[in-house]
């Protein structure tokens, strides 16, 4: 089962992409967000490519596991992909993976600017990975 995960944030949209097995994650980008159209069009290019099941996307839960809105945002932004697509759209605590994102990154030496623009499209693959390594997750 091949999905597809957002890690969506009000800037960027980080990408990523399982093997058609759902085994592994790879990054695909990081897509600067700019209108509605446009994202969901930037979106259905990797849909189009990729032909995924199901989308995975990120939920930003507080620290303590309450909901903020934060997370208001990210499902009204699933339930748009939902309309859009018409795939299912799972979701996927993503507590500190941006964090763990900047760490790897900054253990590889990676310049600040290149971190800027790998840090989404890693967060999404670590979202991604999470997801698959639990099998209570895979439908």
């Known amino acids: 089962m091949r999905l597809l995960a957002l890690d969506f944030g009000s800037t960027n949209i980080g990408v990523a992409v399982s093997d058609p097995l759902g085994l592994t994650a790879q990054g695909v980008c990081t897509l600067r967000r700019r209108s509605h159209a446009e994202d969901m069009a930037a979106i259905r290019a990797y849909v189009d490519e990729y032909q995924?099941?199901?989308?995975?996307?990120?939920?930003?839960?507080?620290?303590?596991?309450?909901?903020?809105?934060?997370?208001?945002?990210?499902?009204?932004?699933?339930?748009?992909?939902?309309?859009?697509?018409a795939l299912p759209v799972y979701f996927q605590d993503e507590r500190l993976t941006t964090v763990a994102a900047q760490k790897t990154l900054i253990a590889g030496d990676t310049r600040r600017q290149k971190r800027r623009q790998l840090v989404d499209k890693l967060a999404a693959t670590l979202i991604l990975s999470t997801y698959l390594e639990n099998p209570n997750n895979i439908k």
């Open 52 to 85: 995924p099941e199901a989308f995975v996307m990120g939920l930003p839960l507080n620290m303590d596991g309450s909901r903020g809105p934060a997370v208001d945002k990210v499902q009204s932004f699933a339930s748009l992909l939902k309309q859009e697509f």
